[in-house]
């Protein structure tokens, strides 16, 4: 590897998002991007900003209010050999267009014997933090992760939301691509030579030896700090960032258990039912013999998300909340902490 490929720029999440499409539609005539406000207003959150003037809009096409129009649009678009990216306003407006993800864009490819791929990509903002009250603030990565047919990926971070997002573009499958929005103006090095991530693979994010926290997208950052200040102590907490919530990686979150015998899992979605059972689950079958605990939970209140903002912090996970759960399951098991890290070291 060359000097040159090694250096990195600090960029936004938001940035990432913007260089990642740029790449490709600038690398693949076929790549298309459809969406509300998308074009000539560059976005509600700005990700499309200056492609409409740069690639025109035969590629850069604003669409109407009607999730399920264009989604269908989309789906018929990618059977005829194009390479389609929605964006999606928010991620609670693909209620409207559950049907056509669902039923078509997962299925297609199935239910033809595989004669037709349906490549494209659905990318949506969503999750709470920005009091924008219950019906819009919502956290869904469920829903899609149980649909055999869709790939559902979670950055965390400008370098994976860069690297995930120009592998979803170039997947054959249909690719649900989740941002919280909490995450557009936070920043991260990103590698200046193009890096394509795998699909499926989860991340170590910081390695430890005393308990496991696994997490995604926003909830990840969460992780991360609180490793950071339990390093100060002497707890030693390694953080699994999944990046991919179908397929999961099973593997390497049961490994990180082997090793350290103690499992958290921090999500941003409900508890019932939620990405942490699931976890829990794989747990079970692939690392009982290694727990010296039951796995635990730590998720929002399973309430719709109020608008107040007091209450809407009061209902989110934050680190407050996973620093006890943590406290609970290392007293539990008789933990003495190690000599205390310089917090500087620890970072």
Same mark, same amino acid.
């Given at each position: 590897?060359?000097?040159?490929?090694?250096?990195?720029?600090?960029?936004?999440?938001? $940035?990432?998002?913007?260089?990642?499409?740029?790449?490709?539609?600038?690398?693949?005539?076929?790549?298309?991007?459809?969406?509300?406000?998308?074009?000539?207003?560059?976005?509600?959150?700005?990700?499309?900003?200056?492609?409409?003037?740069?690639?025109?809009?035969?590629?850069? *096409?604003?669409?109407?209010?009607?999730?399920?129009?264009?989604?269908?649009?989309?789906?018929?678009?990618?059977?005829?050999?194009?390479?389609?990216?929605?964006?999606?306003?928010?991620?609670?407006?693909?209620?409207?267009?559950?049907? $056509?993800?669902?039923?078509?864009?997962?299925?297609?490819?199935?239910?033809?014997?595989? $004669?037709?791929?349906?490549?494209?990509?659905? *990318?949506?903002?969503?999750?709470?933090?920005?009091?924008?009250?219950?019906?819009?603030?919502?956290?869904?990565?469920?829903?899609?992760?149980?649909?055999?047919?869709?790939?559902?990926?979670?950055?965390?971070?400008?370098?994976?939301?860069?690297?995930?997002?120009?592998?979803?573009?170039?997947?054959?499958?249909?690719?649900?691509?989740?941002?919280?929005?909490?995450?557009?103006?936070?920043?991260?090095?990103?590698?200046? %030579?193009?890096?394509?991530?795998?699909?499926?693979?989860?991340?170590?994010?910081?390695?430890?030896?005393?308990?496991?926290?696994?997490?995604?997208?926003?909830?990840?950052?969460?992780?991360?700090?609180?490793?950071?200040?339990?390093?100060?102590?002497?707890?030693?907490?390694?953080? #699994?960032?999944?990046?991919?919530?179908?397929?999961?990686?099973?593997?390497?979150?049961?490994?990180?258990? *082997?090793?350290?015998?103690?499992?958290?899992?921090?999500?941003?979605?409900?508890?019932?039912?939620?990405?942490?059972?699931?976890?829990?689950?794989?747990?079970?079958?692939?690392?009982?013999?290694?727990?010296?605990?039951? #796995?635990?939970?730590?998720?929002?209140?399973? %309430?719709?998300?109020?608008?107040?903002?007091?209450?809407?912090?009061?209902?989110?996970?934050?680190?407050?909340?996973?620093?006890?759960?943590?406290?609970?399951?290392?007293?539990?098991?008789?933990?003495?902490?190690?000599?205390?890290?310089?917090?500087?070291?620890?970072?």
């Amino acid at each position: 590897m060359t000097s040159e490929q090694t250096t990195n720029t600090v960029i936004t999440y938001r $940035q990432a998002l913007h260089d990642a499409l740029r790449n490709e539609l600038a690398r693949d005539k076929n790549v298309i991007l459809l969406g509300e406000e998308i074009g000539i207003f560059e976005g509600s959150y700005k990700i499309t900003a200056g492609l409409l003037a740069e690639f025109g809009p035969e590629r850069v *096409r604003d669409t109407p209010i009607a999730e399920e129009g264009f989604v269908g649009a989309a789906i018929g678009a990618a059977m005829l050999g194009m390479r389609p990216v929605v964006e999606i306003m928010t991620l609670n407006f693909s209620l409207i267009a559950m049907d $056509q993800i669902v039923n078509h864009a997962a299925k297609i490819y199935g239910m033809f014997g595989g $004669q037709t791929p349906v490549p494209m990509v659905i *990318r949506m903002p969503g999750g709470g933090g920005q009091q924008l009250a219950a019906t819009h603030s919502q956290n869904l990565e469920v829903w899609f992760a149980h649909v055999p047919g869709l790939k559902v990926v979670a950055p965390s971070n400008p370098a994976d939301a860069k690297a995930l997002l120009l592998a979803s573009i170039r997947d054959n499958d249909p690719v649900i691509f989740l941002e919280n929005l909490s995450l557009y103006n936070t920043k991260g090095e990103v590698p200046n %030579v193009e890096h394509v991530a795998e699909i499926g693979k989860a991340a170590v994010a910081r390695e430890g030896t005393d308990l496991t926290v696994i997490s995604y997208s926003r909830a990840t950052t969460v992780a991360l700090e609180v490793a950071r200040q339990l390093a100060g102590e002497g707890i030693s907490i390694e953080v #699994v960032d999944l990046r991919s919530l179908r397929p999961l990686d099973r593997e390497t979150v049961c490994a990180s258990v *082997r090793k350290t015998s103690l499992a958290v899992v921090l999500e941003d979605d409900w508890l019932s039912y939620g990405i942490g059972a699931e976890i829990s689950a794989t747990l079970m079958e692939g690392a009982f013999d290694y727990l010296d605990a039951p #796995v635990r939970r730590v998720a929002a209140a399973e %309430v719709p998300l109020p608008y107040a903002k007091p209450l809407e912090l009061a209902a989110l996970p934050d680190a407050n909340d996973l620093i006890k759960v943590i406290r609970e399951l290392l007293d539990a098991t008789g933990f003495t902490p190690a000599a205390a890290e310089p917090l500087d070291s620890a970072i």
